[in-house]
Nanobody, 128 residues
Framework: QLQLVESGGGLVQPGGSLRLSCTAS????????LAWFRQAPGKEREGVAC????????NYVDSVKGRFTISRDNAKNTVYLQMNSLEPEDTGVYYC?????????????????????WGQGTQVTVSS
């Protein structure tokens, strides 16, 4: 069974940091484009960051550029999202996803339905 499991979410004050992890089981991530999406209450799911299979290309939504960093460790079958300088607007459920590349990394990051494999999500709440 192909499975992604996220961890690392929680409650943090504005300006704080969190690191999310997502580990795959049942398959290897080596050849997959990996992504982090988030969904706030009442809003559509939004692509936050994507990383190519060889880590050569990354893509970020404008609102997190300079604050978030996506990385991957294929040996550990894991993708990470380091989130710094967190803002209340970053609150939401964060999902990792994996898919074989079909379009450009930017197009993939903007199109959640293209991804076939999803984690269950982890809640991130930024509040004082």
């Amino acid at each position: 069974q192909l499975q992604l499991v996220e961890s690392g979410g929680g409650l943090v004050q504005p300006g704080g940091s969190l690191r999310l992890s997502c580990t795959a089981s049942g398959f290897t991530l080596d050849y997959y484009l990996l992504a982090w999406f988030r969904q706030a209450p009442g809003k559509e799911r939004e692509g936050v960051a994507c990383i190519s299979s060889n880590s050569g290309n990354t893509n970020y939504v404008d609102s997190v550029k300079g604050r978030f960093t996506i990385s991957r460790d294929n040996a550990k079958n894991t993708v990470y999202l380091q989130m710094n300088s967190l803002e209340p607007e970053d609150t939401g459920v964060y999902y990792c996803a994996a898919d074989i590349v079909e379009l450009t990394i930017q197009e993939m990051c903007n199109t959640p339905p293209l991804f076939d494999i999803w984690g269950q999500g982890t809640q991130v709440t930024v509040s004082s």
